[in-house]
């Protein structure tokens, strides 16, 4: 079994390629109702986004709620290049034999224009092949720490880690502007359940895991955090998956 948190699609898209070639199952954690009992599992795969160089909220409380397992564990983060020590956190949450870092394209949109055009289509290209080696090295059940730390990694898995979760994550700058047509996709697919539509346009409720699902999934690019995404390119993987450079 494979587990996986996504919001714009790298990781599940990591976690279907590595699930194709191990002959393990991706499932998403939160499109499950309840979590299965993995004791007498042979394998356990865990994927996910790094967000702000820790492990994404969902995440933490999917682990916290796994039964015990003792079969071979890994797990993949997705990131924009630095993951800092949430891998090492990972570990003393739930004993890893195996842990990498993922270069994937950037989709922080709040922070800066995301990579576009030929940019993201050789970051997927390396990742894919990337991943053929991953999955050998699973198959193979050997052990590893192949992680792309960053420069001051414990300052920033700490400090700036708990910067962003009481600071960045509010979701009172989200707003529609007049291109929402009412079409639902953001109540629909957020994986907090925290957009509903009123008068046909979205409102945002408290809890948000600031995954950008919203802002990136939205056909009209009608949703804004901010005036920073304001003419700011969105990033869904799927806009690329569907282009047949990828073969
Ligand atoms: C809120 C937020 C914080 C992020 N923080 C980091 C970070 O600390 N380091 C990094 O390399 N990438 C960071 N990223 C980029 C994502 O980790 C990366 O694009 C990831 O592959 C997205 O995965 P997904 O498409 O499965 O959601 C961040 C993205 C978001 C939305
Ligand atoms: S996805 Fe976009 S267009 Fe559709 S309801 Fe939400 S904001 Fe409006
Ligand atoms: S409101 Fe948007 S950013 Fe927050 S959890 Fe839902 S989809 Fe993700």
New binding site residues.
């Given amino acids: 079994m494979i587990f ?11 976690a279907g390629q590595i699930a194709e070639m191990t002959g393990d199952k991706a499932v998403s954690i939160t499109e499950i109702e309840e979590i299965p009992d993995i004791s007498s599992e042979k394998r356990l795969g865990l ?8 492990i ?1 909220e969902p995440m933490l409380d999917f682990i916290a709620r796994l039964s015990k397992f003792h079969g071979f564990s890994f797990a993949v ?8 020590l949430s891998m090492k956190k990972l570990g003393k949450l739930l004993p890893m034999k195996s842990v990498y ?11 800066s224009n ?1 990579d576009s055009g030929e940019v993201v289509f050789e970051i997927i290209k390396a990742a894919g092949t990337r991943l053929a080696g991953i999955a050998e090295e699973i198959l193979a059940e050997k052990e590893n720490y192949m992680v ?1 730390e ?1 420069k001051m990694a414990f300052m ?1 898995s700490s400090v ?2 708990r910067g ?1 979760n009481a600071f ?2 509010s979701t009172k700058p989200f707003y529609a502007d007049d291109r929402c047509t009412s079409c639902g996709i953001c109540e629909r697919d957020c994986p907090a359940g925290t957009i509903h539509l009123s008068e046909g346009k979205p409102e945002w409720n408290k809890k948000c ?5 919203c802002i990136n999934s939205c056909p009209e690019n009608a949703i804004q955090y901010s005036s920073r995404t304001v003419g700011r390119k969105r ?3 799927d806009f690329y998956l569907k282009d047949n450079r990828l073969g």
């Fill in positions: 996986y948190f996504s919001g714009t699609g790298n990781s599940r898209w990591v994927v996910f986004p790094i967000y702000a160089w820790s994404p983060c997705t990131c924009g290049g630095e993951a800092g870092s993922i270069t994937m394209p950037n989709n922080y949109i709040v922070g995301p792309v960053g920033k700036a880690s962003f960045a994550r895991y600031q995954c950008l699902k990033y869904l993987i």
